[in-house]
């Protein structure tokens, strides 16, 4: 704190008593796993501790600051087995500190550990339930788990309780390159993941903050695939060149494509504006959802209309709102969120709002790098719309995000599966069924020893002799079994409920967060919640 807040101190030091101050500030702010990762996030992206110095006088001392990645204020550090408080016994085996904060922390186990990798999981969920995480250690925002041979990453669960563990442990991630090897052996991660800068990339541009504003708080970060087409993105739009991310579905393409949008809006070079485009129904349902949990990401939280600092994103309601936010002065802390329909709309509105003021904003417009980010592309935007606004906007620069290869109607997206399936890089292509295999080889789309059948990635039932005792005494029952997204089939369990209050509905499946969001929704006492993990 000294070495960073020189200026700010007058170069008089703190003194112990105003260093207890700045700790007992620091315990308010990082009380649970949630607020230190929202302290981190910063105002603006820096992390600051408010004190009152013996002379009365208040000032602002900087902890940490997200974009000075290898550079700025940032200094790192390795440290090795740290008893965090005086009074512990647990020896925690290595941290990466970022300013003296412990950023990442790694727990390692022998080659012959009985069970593998788990082991050392089982220490940092034993640590946690103890008390380390807690004081300085409470900014620790990434665990890494090895045996030399397996290593795995993860964020930092939501609460340091057995509970939070166990879910957690469907997020164990293995590190993979470009070229989707696997990453196992800890010295190639430790050379690949952890290493200087992108082990302080992974904490500030690649992990994200999830509330929904009632029960779901915590950190995510993203998987490696993800991060590759996010940095792959990042360097064609620094080269005026478009693209496409190809996701399976469920994979996060609405995250990737968030991800990508903020860190364009705010980090690149050359990068005038950022636009994220989805689909119709997506905006109005399902993705302002998930942008919605996405608002602790900054302060201010959502808005719509017109633009103001600091703001996560504009949810543009008409095509008045989104033509003043296009004339507006660039803001580069906002994302512009909008459907195709409305953008073209936006555009005559704008250019004749700018014509009747006798004002060059449209031509300034015009002539500025614009990237859109383009989520679930194949039905989001059409390839004649996307040639009519790439008309009127000659500088921008489209991103394509899909998980459906084919859509005939669609020439964008036939246009991205041809692309995938012609590359050097490509091995098999994955269905979810033979019915589907058998329209890809009818169609003369693919061979059929190019496509691998995985029926829905459902896991191998090897118990079929357990059994459970269903909830209720309804004569007719009805299984829903599978995940618990949004749009992806409760709403429809939700209605058929109310209509049928007869018949009793077992749902199946689902993290706790989502049987906990459902529950809370769906009130109706003929709704039966089964959580397996």
Known sequence: ?????????????????????????????????????????????????????????KVTLEAFRNKDISGGTSSYEVVHQVVPDSSRVDRGDVSLLINGLPIIHIELKKESAKDGFMQ??????????????KGIYATTQIMVISNKVDTRYFARPSE?????????????????????????????????VLRIPDAH??????????????????????????????????????????????????????????????????????VDRTVMVVDRTDLDAQTQD????????YHTGQTTGNSVANTLIVGIKNQKQLARNLLSSKNNNTILVTTIQKLSAAMRSAQQESEEKGSNQFEKLRQEHIVFIVDEAHRAVSDEEMKRIKKILPNSTWFGLTGTPIFEE???????????????????FVVISEALKEKYIEKGYLDKDKIYVAHDGADEVVDFDSKIELFGNSEINVAYIGHLYKG??????????????????????????????????????????????
């Not at 999981?121 to 103890?130: G, K, L, V």
């Not at 998930?290 to 990401?297: D, N």
């Not at 989502?514 to 709704?527: G, Q, S, T």
């Open 410 to 428: 669609n020439k964008l997206s036939k246009c991205f599966f041809n692309k995938i399936i012609k590359s050097k890089n490509f091995k098999k």
């Open 1 to 57: 704190l000294n070495r960073i807040n020189l200026a700010v101190l007058e170069e008089q030091l703190l003194t112990d008593k105003e260093f207890k101050q700045v700790k007992v500030e620091f315990s308010r702010l990082t009380g649970t796993p949630f607020l230190a990762s929202q302290w981190l996030r910063g105002e603006n992206g820096v992390a600051q501790v408010l004190l009152e110095r013996e002379d009365g006088k």
């Open 290 to 297: 998930e942008f919605t949990k996405f608002a602790s990401e």
């Open 120 to 133: 050392a999981y089982y220490q940092i969920q034993r640590y946690a339930e103890d008390g380390f995480f």
């Open 488 to 533: 992806k089939g409760m709403e429809v369990i939700e209605k058929l409920s109310l209509a049928l209050k007869n018949v009793g509905f077992h749902v199946v499946g689902g993290t706790n967060e989502d049987i906990l969001y459902w529950k809370e929704r769906i009130k109706n006492n003929n709704v039966y919640f089964y959580n397996l993990y």
């Open 160 to 192: 340091d309780t057995a509970e939070a563990y166990a879910q957690m442990k469907k997020f164990l991630f293995n590190w993979r390159t470009e070229d989707n090897q696997t990453v196992s052996d800890l010295f190639d991660f430790t050379r690949t």
């Open 201 to 270: 990339e992974l904490i500030s541009q690649y992990t994200i903050l999830v509330d929904d504003q009632k029960n779901q708080k915590f950190l995510m970060v993203l998987r490696p695939y993800q991060i590759h087409a996010i940095r792959k993105i990042r360097q064609k739009a620094a080269q005026h060149e478009g693209g496409f991310i190809w996701h399976a579905t469920g994979s996060g393409k609405t995250i990737t494509s968030f991800v990508a949008t903020k860190l364009l809006a705010q980090n690149a070079i050359g």
